[in-house]
Structure formats: C-alpha cells, structure tokens
C-alpha cells in the first residue's frame, strides 16, 4: 500500500512563530487532504488538495501540493495558542474509499 | 445535523469482560469507519464498510475484535474478552465524498 511520512513528529513554538509540517508520498497522488485534532478531541477535516502546484489558504493557514504531487506541506503564520493540536495528512489510494493518515505533528505552541 | 454519534464517550471495564463500542453515522453517508488510536500505533484503521458491507477489516488485530453494520443509521464494534492492551480512543468515521467526518469517540480502559 501507500507510504506516508510526516515530518517532524513534534513542533513546539513561539506564539507569533511560524510552524510547517510536511508530508510526504513514495507514490504520486491523486489528491491529499489534511486533519487537525485538538487535544482530547476528534480529527476535522481541514482541506483536500487535488491539483499538481495547488496551493490554498485559511486565514493564517497555507496548504501547498507538489508539482509531482508526492508531497504537500501545512504553514502556519504567527501561530496562536488556539493553533494547538496535532496535525494529519491524509492520502486516498485510489479509488477506494479508505484514507491512509500520516503519524501527525504534533505542535504546541507556548505563550 | 448533529455529526457522527458514538457511545458510550468513556468506557472502563475488567480484563475478560465484553466491551461493545457504538456508532451512528452522518444520516446519508454510506461509508463507515472505524480507527483505533494510541500514542504508540497513531490513528490505524480497523475495519470499513460500503453500504453496510465490510470492505475491510484487514486492521482489526485478532478475532477477539468484531464489528457489525446491520443498518445504515448504526454499527457496532466489539471487543471479547477485552485485555489491557486494547485500551485507547476507538473513533467511528462516515464520509461524504472524500471527506471523513470523526465522532467524538469513545475512551476505553481496560484493568
């Protein structure tokens, strides 16, 4: 099946510190999607990125896929202490309905 | 719409007893999942159905677990005999497309 890793396992910032957590693919992509979980709480889903070099936005939130589509990244601009939790990628194999999760990054930000 | 609803949230019970885990899904959603998730493993996936039907239990760990979908507002997952190493958060998922929207799960201990 698809690998997956996300990098790094842990982030510990700043508040107003930037944060990325990368994700990346041995295989190419049809889409990746991407997941925070709040600390004693449930994955929300955040974003699903389809196309090769996409790149959106949610507010202080940037979501970028790659020109191969194998790796995609998750910025955070001038984190704040409700950014707190861990964060997942998620990647599709193929037609089929089951997500593949990335370990996480785990990022706590310290006021 | 209230989202994925799971029961009990908390669960603690005795090494050897039955522990059945519920789940109603997001009314319209016709794929279910259930995950298992620990600090040491992160979030695996255990079993998914399509239309009421196992597609894939290839995660749940051994034939002390078992999962049932006998309609599509409800699915069950149960654990008999229950040991210490399968406490942890179980979450039920149901998608939308390609998006799997979390209950809040439930946290099971067992002693």
């Known amino acids: 099946g698809q690998q997956v890793m996300q990098i790094p396992q842990y982030q510990h910032v700043q508040e107003g510190e930037d944060f990325t957590t990368y994700c990346n693919s041995s295989?190419?992509?049809?889409?990746i999607q991407w997941y925070k979980q709040r600390p004693g709480g449930h994955p929300v889903f955040l974003i699903q990125?389809?196309?090769?070099?996409e790149v959106k936005k949610q507010k202080r939130l940037t979501f970028q896929f790659g020109e191969a589509k194998k790796n995609s990244s998750l910025h955070i601009t001038a984190t704040q202490t409700t950014d707190v939790g861990t964060y997942f990628c998620?990647?599709?194999?193929?037609?089929?309905?089951?997500?593949?999760f990335g370990s996480g990054t785990q990022l706590t930000v310290l006021p | 719409d209230a989202g994925v609803i799971q029961s009990p949230r908390h669960e603690v019970t005795e090494m050897g007893q039955e522990v059945t885990l519920r789940c109603k899904p997001i009314?319209?959603?016709?794929?279910l999942f259930w995950y298992r998730q620990t600090m040491m493993r992160g979030l695996e996936l255990l079993i998914y159905f399509n239309n009421n039907v196992p597609i894939d239990d290839s995660g749940m760990p051994e034939d002390r677990f078992s999962a049932k979908m006998p309609n599509a507002s409800f699915s069950t997952l149960k654990i008999q005999p229950s040991e210490p190493r399968d406490s942890a958060v179980y979450f039920c998922?149901?998608?939308?497309?390609?998006?799997?929207?979390f209950g809040p799960g439930t946290r099971l201990t067992v002693l």
């Open positions: 009314s319209g959603h016709n794929s």
């Open positions: 998620a990647l599709p194999p193929g037609s089929a309905r089951q997500l593949t």
């Open positions: 295989t190419t992509l049809s889409n």
């Open positions: 990125l389809v196309k090769s070099g």
């Open positions: 998922a149901s998608t939308q497309g390609d998006t799997q929207y």
